[in-house]
């Protein structure tokens, strides 16, 4: 079992920065590929970002290439999502996501999910 709390969400006006934080509880936390999802109001679910338990790879929305950097630190149990260069469009509750198998770029492929937080960009 693993449970994930995410911190860091807020306001921030366009072209700002954010940093997201999960911390997963559980002594395996190192075997889960880790990633972000988000969801905006009235639409689905939607990969952000994964990955894997070296930190060594890692795969991106085509949205948020360039602008987000996702990374883990396998001794706190915590991944990041640092979000650089923020548009209105990036406005959803991010969720934090463990995957025992494959890569976690689908909801199907979840394992586990966080509680979300809330990211606002103002225009």
């Known amino acids: 079992q693993v449970q994930l709390v995410e911190s860091g969400g807020g306001l921030v006006q366009t072209g700002g920065s954010l940093r997201l934080s999960c911390a997963a509880s559980g002594r395996t936390f190192s075997r889960y590929v880790m990633g972000w999802f988000r969801q905006a109001p009235g639409k689905e679910r939607d990969f952000v970002a994964c990955i894997n338990w070296s930190g060594r790879i890692t795969y991106y929305a085509d949205s948020v290439k360039g602008r987000f950097t996702i990374s883990r630190d396998n001794a706190k149990n915590t991944v990041y999502l640092q979000m650089n260069s923020l548009k209105p469009e990036d406005t959803a509750v991010y969720y934090c996501?463990?995957?025992?198998?494959?890569w976690g770029t689908g909801v199907d492929d979840i394992d586990y999910w966080g509680q979300g937080t809330q990211v606002t960009v103002s225009s």
């Open positions: 996501a463990a995957a025992s198998e494959g």
